[in-house]
Structures are given as C-alpha cells and as structure tokens.
C-alpha cells in the first residue's frame, strides 16, 4: 500500500517519513529533496536560478518543474516496492496526477494521512529549522519572516482542495502532530493499522 504523509509545513512529516521508511520498507519519495538536488548539485543552471528566486520570495516551486519530477520518480520506482509520498503532492492539480498515475502502474492500494499543527506552532518550528547541505549547516532560505507567512498562505489556499479530493478517493486519517515523536509515530501506525485490518 502506497503512502502519502501530507501536514502542515514544519508538523514533522521528514521526521516521521523516516521512521516509516524503516518499518514498512518502501521507496521514500521527498519533493524537498529532490528539489534540493536541482539546487545544491551540479545540474542545471537555469533550473538553480529558477528555485533560487522561488524560495527567496516565499513562492511555491512552478508547477511545471513538480509534474515533471513527479512523473520522472513514480514510473521509475520497482514495481516490487510500495511508495511513500513524503509531504506531497500538495496541490489539486498534481493530485490528480498522482492518483491518475498510481492507477495506470497497478497501484490502486494507497492511504493518506495529514499531520497537523496550529499555525503559532508552525511559525515557532520554522524559525528554528536548520539544514545539512555538504556536511554544513545552513538556514533554509525561505524560513525568513515574511516567506513564512506567504508559504503558510499559499499552502493553505491549496492544501483543503487536495484533502477533500483524496478523501473521496482513499482512506484519509488526520493525525496530530504535537507531543514527542515517538507519540506521533504511535497514531499514525495506528491509523496505518486500521486501514490495512479494515481492507484486510
């Protein structure tokens, strides 16, 4: 059964994404770290620039780079192995392609879930967030006060339309993601739990 971990931004979805990579063994597919690839690696320059200015000004990454990406990953992951959705697709349109895609590759099988937090402790957990890129830390770019606030608008403006579109295709559970770690893991392998014991 394929897996896509939606939340609210900083509710923890990386954290969590690792700890079901390790106990359910499947393929992880992160948007963010693909991204960051493009970003700090050796490949195209006009794509670099292209996020560089994206993530300065809090905007979200063009649509046309995410389908691309989108696409690329999910028709070259083994048919043998299930998929974990780190955090995406996180707009109607890629939604729908997603679902669209996993249904012409044989893999009807998929479970939502959406970690959530309130937005003070949205804005709390970003200004705190740090990165290792090359061995170094540094602060993400776009974790600056005025791109937060946009990033938390234009998720929002987007994210309800996905949910609403998901739950009338796939079993859809929304988890809180306050507490320890170790806390949020336990409802969401319970709520993994009942979905397979439900379809079971």
């Known amino acids: 059964m394929q897996i896509i971990l939606l939340g609210d931004p900083a509710a923890g979805k990386a954290t969590q994404a690792k700890k079901l990579l390790k106990?359910?063994?499947?393929?992880?597919?992160?948007?963010?770290?693909?991204?960051?690839?493009?970003?700090?690696?050796?490949?195209?320059?006009?794509?670099?620039?292209?996020?560089?200015?994206?993530?300065?000004?809090?905007k979200l990454t063009p649509t046309w780079l995410v389908r691309a990406i989108l696409k690329k990953k999910i028709f070259s992951i083994p048919k043998n192995k299930a998929i974990l959705f780190d955090?995406?697709?996180?707009?109607?349109?890629?939604a729908k392609l997603v679902s669209k895609w996993l249904s012409q590759i044989g893999r009807p099988?998929?479970?939502?879930?959406?970690?959530?937090?309130?937005?003070?402790?949205?804005?709390?957990r970003m200004s705190k967030r740090i990165e290792?890129?090359?061995g170094k830390k540094i602060k993400r770019t776009d974790d600056n006060p005025k791109a937060m606030h946009l990033r938390i608008k234009y998720f929002r403006s987007g994210i309800n339309e996905v949910?609403?579109?998901?739950?009338?295709?796939?079993?859809?559970?929304?988890?809180?993601?306050?507490?320890?770690?170790?806390?949020?893991?336990?409802?969401?392998?319970?709520?993994?739990g009942k979905t397979n014991t439900t379809r079971g």
Do not use: C, W
């Open 23 to 58: 106990k359910y063994n499947l393929v992880d597919f992160d948007m963010g770290e693909e991204l960051r690839k493009i970003q700090f690696g050796r490949g195209n320059a006009k794509l670099k620039k292209v996020l560089a200015r994206t993530y300065s000004k809090g």
């Open 87 to 94: 955090g995406h697709p996180k707009m109607i349109g890629e």
């Open 109 to 124: 099988e998929v479970q939502v879930l959406y970690l959530s937090i309130p937005e003070k402790e949205i804005i709390k």
């Open 132 to 134: 290792y890129v090359k």
């Open 163 to 192: 949910i609403d579109f998901f739950k009338k295709k796939y079993p859809f559970k929304r988890i809180s993601g306050l507490g320890s770690t170790a806390a949020v893991h336990q409802r969401i392998i319970k709520a993994i």
